[in-house]
């Protein structure tokens, strides 16, 4: 079955920096790759997605670039701010198995310090 | 739409006690999703309905757990006999029937078994 890995757990910045965390996965056939945010006490929320077809997706400051040959998928946060202090967790599925087989990272947990 | 909303937010039982949680997805999506969440991991898929129908049980389902979704809309998942180790948020999320299925979760139940 899938696997996927997450680098770093943990990973402080400046405000105004850029963070960049990345995942690798390990099935060939997935082909949707979404990121989630998880802030304390709330559930995932869906941020930003990137689809097999596409090598790179921006959404104003954040951004999701993959590389299918090396199965390694990155979220990029640029001009960080406070409230993007949070857990980020990517997922891996495939679409042409209806979706419902999304398997989730371990985690990292982002502090932005002011 | 308010999105995927969970009850109750908070449970704490004691072992061996049964207890149902509750999931009301987004109006308009067929499929709803169960995932379990411990303390610094990403959540792990337990179950999903399209509609009614249960399709996929994970090997983490034990037969201690159930869920059901009788007329396609709500769901509910019931733990009978908690043992401590069934501690962990209980994350529901639903998705159309289409496209990349995006999931869209809820704020989660956490479940405190003593």
């Known amino acids: 079955g899938e696997n996927v890995e997450q680098h770093p757990s943990t990973l402080s910045v400046q405000e105004g920096d850029s963070a960049v965390i990345k995942c690798t996965y390990s099935d060939s056939a997935s082909n949707y790759f979404p990121w989630y945010k998880q802030e304390l006490g709330k559930g995932p929320q869906l941020i930003i997605d990137i689809r097999s077809n596409v090598g790179e997706k921006k959404d104003q400051r954040i951004a999701v670039t993959l590389n299918k040959t090396a199965k390694h998928f990155s979220l990029h946060i640029t001009e960080t701010q406070p409230e993007d202090s949070a857990v980020y967790f990517c997922?891996?599925?495939?679409?042409?198995?209806?979706?419902?087989?999304?398997?989730f990272g371990p985690g990292t947990r982002l502090s932005v310090l002011p | 739409d308010t999105g995927v909303s969970q009850n109750p937010r908070h449970k704490i039982t004691k072992r061996g006690q049964n207890v149902t949680f509750r999931c009301d997805p987004i109006s308009e999506h067929n499929r709803l999703y169960w995932y379990r969440q411990t303390l610094g991991q990403g959540p792990e898929f337990l179950t999903y309905f399209q509609n009614e129908a249960q399709l996929e049980k994970s090997r983490l389902l034990s037969d201690r757990f159930s869920a059901e979704r009788p007329k396609g809309s709500f769901s509910t998942l019931e733990i009978q006999r908690t043992e401590q180790g069934d501690s962990a948020m209980y994350l529901c999320a639903s998705s159309e029937d289409l496209g990349d299925y995006e999931q869209y979760f809820g704020p989660g139940t956490r479940l405190t078994v003593t």
């Open positions: 997922a891996a599925s495939n679409r042409d198995n209806y979706g419902q087989n999304f398997v």
